[in-house]
């Protein structure tokens, strides 16, 4: 009864974040990145360079976009006639810009990208669970058949077959699922694996990257009530996201100082753009690494003109 019931636990989980995967439909970005019909006129009248340039900067100066081209161009897609948000992409197959693509799954026939990237993760561990259940649930009846210890039926080979069905596809889910767990706490996604994004000042293969928890969050939301169910629950709209503003990994050892030094973080510096309310509170959940090394220096300094007095009037 216990493994009967953990078997459709499973099953419904497996069934529903699999749906989910396959018919939700990917989210395309918002008509403010979709340039005006004046624009449109003035992109076309231009030759291309420079001039093009200057009516996609004008067309992109009030919008959240940190990542440019690899000449440092605005992303601008000719098929969708749109500035592209941060970590979007145009998939060929579905001949549209996805926001955060990840790529094109053939295996759910969708893209995946914002809208379902949770429920890709969920399928991939519920797919896996499902597996290692049935696995571990038919290696006794395995070993018997090896044994000789089944009676002499037909059944004896759909029990070695669901076995290696199940154990052949274990260990291919594994790799996969843990693939994209690593992606996940990276804050990064398979193009950007393999293309890291390019910001105004250099290319920052962490640049998303905001310490293992926020980027957590950022995937599965702030109620972990919700984790385990493949019910949105993604923070922001995929169009804009928080950067770690220097370069550096965070989930890396800082030094006692605090992040490098103090030029390689003005360098660095993205353009002040708005940030989505659910998206900026991830860069406000703790205070900067600035702000405590400044107050720790001004306490050091107070306690140091206060010992010096001290002598003095001694």
Not at 187 to 209: C, M, Q
Request: hydrophobic share 40%; charged share 20%.
């Amino acid at each position: 009864v216990v493994c009967l019931v953990a078997y459709h636990i499973f099953f419904m989980l497996f069934v529903w974040s699999y749906w989910k995967t396959i018919f939700t439909l990917p989210m395309n970005p918002s008509k403010e990145f979709h340039l005006s019909y004046s624009d449109k006129e003035s992109l076309e009248r231009e030759p291309r360079g420079e001039s093009q340039q200057e009516v996609l900067r004008r067309a992109a100066k009030d919008l959240p976009i940190y990542t440019r081209t690899m000449s440092g161009a605005i992303r601008y897609c000719d098929r969708c006639h749109l500035v592209k948000p941060d970590r979007c992409h145009h998939c060929s197959v579905c001949d549209k810009c996805i926001l955060k693509m990840d790529h094109h799954c053939p295996w759910v026939n969708n893209c995946v990208g914002f809208s379902n990237y949770k429920f890709f993760l969920l399928f991939l561990a519920y797919s896996l669970v499902y597996c290692l259940f049935i696995a571990a649930t038919d290696l006794q009846y395995f070993i018997k058949f090896w044994t000789n210890g089944l009676p002499d039926t037909q059944a004896k080979f759909h029990i070695m077959f669901l076995f290696f069905a199940a154990a052949m596809f274990s260990v291919s889910l594994s790799s996969l699922f843990g693939y994209h767990c690593w992606l996940v706490s990276k804050n990064k996604s398979t193009l950007e694996v393999f293309r890291a994004p390019i910001f105004r000042h250099r290319t920052d293969k962490n640049g998303f990257s905001l310490g293992f928890s926020k980027n957590l969050r950022q995937v599965f939301g702030d109620e972990k009530k919700y984790w385990l169910l493949p019910v949105f629950s993604s923070l922001g709209d995929g169009c804009s996201f928080p950067t770690c503003l220097v370069n550096q990994d965070p989930e890396q050892a800082s030094t006692p100082g605090g992040l490098n030094s103090t030029s390689k973080n003005e360098n660095h510096l993205f353009p002040a753009k708005p940030l989505r309310d659910s998206q900026s509170h991830l860069l406000t959940d703790t205070p900067s690494w600035s702000e405590t090394s400044a107050k720790a220096e001004k306490g050091k300094v107070g306690k140091e003109l206060i010992y010096t007095a001290m002598i003095h009037v001694v």
